[in-house]
C-alpha cells in the first residue's frame, strides 16, 4: 500500500479543504499514472507544518517570512 506524505508550511492564507482534496486526487491519479497503483491502496497525508518548527539558512521560517515582507507601513 503506498503512502504519500505531503508537508506544507503553514502559510497567512491557509490551504482550504478544496485544496487539500485537490492535492490528495491528485497524488492519487499520479501513484496510479506512474506507478499503476490501484486507487483504493493509496493513502495520502497531509502534514501542516508551522513555520516557527522548521528553519532555513539558521533562521526559522517565520523570521525569513517576516523579513521578506519588508517593514510595515502604518
Known amino acids: 500500500?503506498?503512502?504519500v506524505t505531503i508537508r506544507l508550511a503553514n502559510r497567512d492564507i491557509p490551504t482550504t479543504s478544496a485544496q487539500k482534496a485537490?492535492?490528495?486526487a491528485g497524488?492519487?491519479?499520479l501513484m496510479q499514472e506512474v506507478l499503476d497503483k490501484k486507487p483504493e491502496t493509496v493513502t495520502?497525508?497531509?502534514d501542516e507544518i508551522d513555520p516557527d518548527n522548521w528553519g532555513v539558512g539558521g533562521e526559522q521560517?517565520?523570521?525569513v517570512r517576516q523579513r521578506s515582507k519588508g517593514p510595515t507601513q502604518a
Open 1 to 3: 500500500m503506498p503512502l
Open 61 to 63: 521560517v517565520t523570521v
Open 22 to 24: 485537490a492535492l490528495i
Open 27 to 29: 497524488t492519487t491519479r
Open 44 to 46: 495520502v497525508i497531509i
